[in-house]
């Protein structure tokens, strides 16, 4: 038992993997009813009161009612899927039909709920899983302003990291990463565009995977990026992430996202392909300037483990250089012109769908002129200087958003990770993911160090965090990153990691960790 636990509660349900919960309901041990009672009285105690994660911003008043539906398929002998009868937490920007709502953090979208799921939680539906509650985030998924605070939200406050509660817990994807740690739940869906998946998996001490963009579904999640966005899988192992990774892919590719035409085929499942056998793959250490030498304590904390590649049977190429370099320049440029474009069309969506429309913004403007009348969103705090950047943006069709993708694609796909992995023969890159979670400071912003995220981000390759070790408390994450469609491949190469280093972060709740003694 966690000496720092802060409640009961829910706490035995707590330490259980998803794939667990499942074995425990298929042997009769325990029901879905049951362990969806005790995650929401966990969330009660642990998020609403005690430590305050601020992690979930809404529960599923329906939850109990479809665990026992679920329990009654089961012991007629019928299972959806492979998430049968497991509880979910779910971003809050990413639709979900009924009383939860979608507001992206922003009380702009507080209003009327979407009338349809997203096709994701429609598939993770069908799959049996139980969405529990929506999770808190950096509000429009810290797409907002600068400067900004991870996991800051005018819908839900503060999200605190559940390791030490004065610092950040990363974002955007900020209440899923906390409340799988904190044990309010075994899984949950993150989303990214650019670090909102790794950041916080990192800070929070998780297993967070990018996918690339088009093997998930994006139809009713709230864009930011058409070229860069996609949801993934959090989880507190490997393994659960494969298993959340196979339910969201599924069905059929979407014929609404575009990006999903090139989806390939993954005969067996990614659960299927953990084996931890790394005999004759090539994983490479980024030694690029920005990679490594940002923080001392976590460099140490990386090389520690570095070994376990070679035990586990690969090859380490160490070091690796001349990846490349992204422009953050062109990349805002992207960001901001296909927000606007792509925040119409998803309103446009939901003003068509809904039973009750009134109330919700019709525009990016409507957005800002609420902002700007609504004291709560804090402008002071978290200003909307992105926002009207995007508002003036261009077409898709405008010269400098077309030259700037172009440019963005060339440097972190054909100049960077696509060159790199053909001249070193690699089947994977690896680096630290960012140094560990930093104070919240709502006066300065996040001010983190390393981001081995955003390669592969902008490039809508895949990517994934891993918990290696720890610095004073606080968890140190490694990232491995590859070229498109490679999620079997980096996904095997972190479940052998994982099984070498046997390392799993366990939240300790405390206020602060790291003071100078007195």
């Known amino acids: 038992m966690n000496p720092r636990e802060p409640h009961l509660v829910g706490s035995e349900i707590a330490r259980q993997s998803a794939a667990g919960l499942r074995a425990l309901m298929d042997a009769g041990t325990t029901t879905s009813a049951e362990v969806t009672a005790a995650l929401l009285g966990r969330i009660e105690a642990i998020d609403r009161g005690g430590p305050r994660l601020r992690a979930v911003l809404s529960v599923n008043d329906r939850a109990l009612d479809e665990a026992a539906v679920l329990d009654t398929e089961r012991r007629a002998g019928h299972t959806r899927g492979p998430l049968h009868g497991i509880p979910i937490l779910i971003k809050d920007n990413i639709d979900t039909a009924g009383t939860l709502g ?33 999770t808190n985030l950096s509000e429009w998924a810290n797409f907002r302003g600068r400067p900004s605070s991870s996991g800051w939200s ?89 298993l959340l990774l196979d339910a969201l892919t599924a069905a059929p590719a979407d014929p609404a996202d575009p ?47 570095l070994g376990a590649f070679a035990e586990a049977g690969a090859e380490l190429v160490d070091p690796v250089t001349g990846i490349g370099m992204v422009s953050h320049v062109d990349e805002m440029i992207v960001l901001c012109t296909e927000f606007k474009a792509g925040l119409a069309a998803y309103l446009a969506r939901r003003w068509s769908t809904a039973t009750d429309a009134a109330g919700l913004p019709r525009s990016l403007e409507d957005v800002v002129a609420f902002n700007e009348a609504t004291g709560e969103e804090l402008l002071s705090v978290f200003p909307q200087d992105v926002l009207l950047r995007s508002a003036e943006s261009g077409g ?50 996040d001010h983190h160090a390393g981001a081995a995220w955003d390669q592969a981000a902008i490039a809508g390759y895949p990517s994934i965090s891993l918990p ?51």
């Open 468 to 518: 290696v070790g720890e610095f004073q408390g606080l968890p140190v994450g490694l990232t491995i990153w590859g070229r498109a469609w490679t999620e079997a491949t980096l996904l095997n190469i972190a479940f052998a990691l994982e099984r070498q280093i046997g390392f799993s972060p366990v939240a300790t709740f405390r206020e602060s960790v790291g003071s100078v003694p007195s």
């Open 102 to 134: 979608t507001t992206a953090g922003s009380l702009a979208l507080s209003g009327p709920p979407p009338a349809v799921d997203a096709r994701l939680v429609a598939q993770l539906r069908e799959a049996g899983a139980i969405i529990l509650g929506k």
């Open 154 to 242: 005018a819908a839900g406050g503060q999200t605190r990291n559940p390791f030490a509660l004065d610092r950040t817990p990363g974002g955007s994807s900020s209440g899923s990463a906390a409340g799988v740690v904190a044990g309010l739940a075994p899984i949950a869906i993150g989303t990214e565009t650019d670090g909102s998946i790794l950041c916080p998996s990192a800070a929070c001490g998780i297993v967070g995977l990018k996918p690339t963009v088009g093997l998930v579904s994006r139809t009713g999640i709230v864009p930011i990026s058409s070229s860069q966005d996609t949801a993934g899988p959090m989880a507190r192992s490997v393994a659960d992430a494969a």
């Open 396 to 445: 898709l069709d405008e010269p400098a958003y077309l030259e700037a993708l172009a440019a963005n694609h060339r440097r972190s796909r054909d100049d960077g990770i696509d060159a790199v992995c053909r001249r070193e023969a690699l089947d994977a890159l690896v680096a630290p993911t960012m140094v560990p979670a930093w104070l919240i400071d709502y006066v300065d912003g």
């Open 259 to 305: 990006a999903m035409a090139a989806r390939p085929h993954a005969p067996g499942g990614y659960l299927a392909a953990l084996d931890g056998d790394l005999r004759g793959f090539r994983i490479g250490v980024a030694r690029d300037e920005r990679y490594f030498g940002y923080h001392s304590g976590m460099d140490r904390a990386v090389e520690a483990m």
